[in-house]
């Protein structure tokens, strides 16, 4: 698949000292926490894909505590994929907070680089939308124009000033969506740590982002999000409506997908705590195999943490 990666191991008090597991050498010592707040088959499932040459990244943590419940090469940039147009829809409802920028604005989809390889907008009868429905799309569906709209008319300046402000060093929103990339075009949408990713979640639900209306305005985006296929889809929610759930869920996602990267970053909170998580997998796309393989080791970190918020 890829390069090797370190395997991450449950965190029980102070963190522990990631071991770099080899394909032919020993196995991953086990240290996990106590009955139900463990991860054990989080971890043989990252640990397999390590092994047969991904390089995985996660980051977990305790709402209330902050404190890491498991975590492994989350200080390590990976590519983000779709996961960089957060920080993108932190900047635009800042800018709809202060003033600077109109939610009802019309962007004129002509105006734009068309991507027409996937997304909604581009199947729509409409060709101009608000910049507040475009983010509605960019949040939902990860619509790839809606994203470049979007960045073309904040400017990637004012995103990478965000970013730099919000304290994320390792993370970069690189270039637009395009539908192929050339020599001369950043390698990558985006790239972010799953320890900068989910700090970043957490600040979100505890409205610590810019202010509370900003920090509300994009988590009710995000909770809107339609792709539960990944770690939530082992929650059991409504794809498309799942904002009031009846047993009491609160849940706010996004995911990247590109070729040969899977990402998620999001909140799970339940009767018994709350959780914010980031999982990052960069393989070799050889086949569907592989591929589910990656997808069934996401799953696995979401039933654990519906054992741990529950």
Not at 1 to 16: F, K, Y
Not at 152 to 163: C, D, F, L, P, S
Not at 204 to 214: E, H, K, P, Y
Request: hydrophobic fraction near 45%; charged fraction near 25%.
């Amino acid at each position: 698949m890829g390069s090797n990666s370190s395997v991450p191991e449950p965190v029980e008090g102070p963190p522990a000292t990631l071991r770099r597991s080899q394909r032919s050498s020993r196995r991953l010592p086990r240290r996990a926490a106590v009955g139900r707040r463990s991860f054990t088959a989080t971890l043989r499932a990252l640990e397999e894909l390590a092994d047969a040459g991904a390089q995985v990244s996660v980051h977990v943590a305790d709402l209330d505590t902050g404190e890491a419940v498991l975590r492994g090469d989350d200080h390590v940039t990976l590519p983000i994929a779709g996961l960089g147009v957060v920080p993108l829809l932190i900047e635009v409802a800042a800018g709809i907070e202060d003033g600077t920028l109109d939610p009802l604005e019309i962007v004129d989809r002509a105006d734009l680089d068309q991507v027409s390889t996937s997304g909604l907008w581009r199947h729509l009868r409409a060709p101009a939308l608000p910049v507040a429905d475009l983010a509605v799309l960019a949040a939902t569906a990860g619509d790839p124009n809606a994203v470049n709209a979007l960045l073309e008319r904040v400017g990637h300046e004012r995103v990478r000033a965000r970013i730099a402000a919000l304290g994320m060093s390792q993370t970069a929103l690189l270039d637009r969506f395009r539908d192929s990339r050339g020599p001369d075009d950043a390698p990558q949408v985006a790239v972010g740590t799953t320890r900068e990713l989910a700090e970043l979640f957490a600040a979100l639900v505890n409205s610590a982002v810019i202010d509370a209306a900003v920090s509300a305005q994009v988590s009710e985006w995000l909770s809107l999000n339609h792709d539960l296929s990944l770690v939530a889809a082992s929650t059991g929610l409504d794809p498309f409506a799942h904002e009031q759930d009846a047993h009491g869920l609160l849940f706010i996602n996004k995911t990247g997908r590109d070729r040969g990267v899977r990402v998620e970053a999001g909140v799970l909170g339940g009767p018994r705590a709350g959780v914010v998580y980031a999982l990052t997998a960069c393989f070799d796309d050889l086949s569907i195999s592989h591929r589910l393989r990656v997808h069934d080791a996401f799953r696995v970190l979401g039933v654990e943490l519906m054992e741990y918020a529950h």
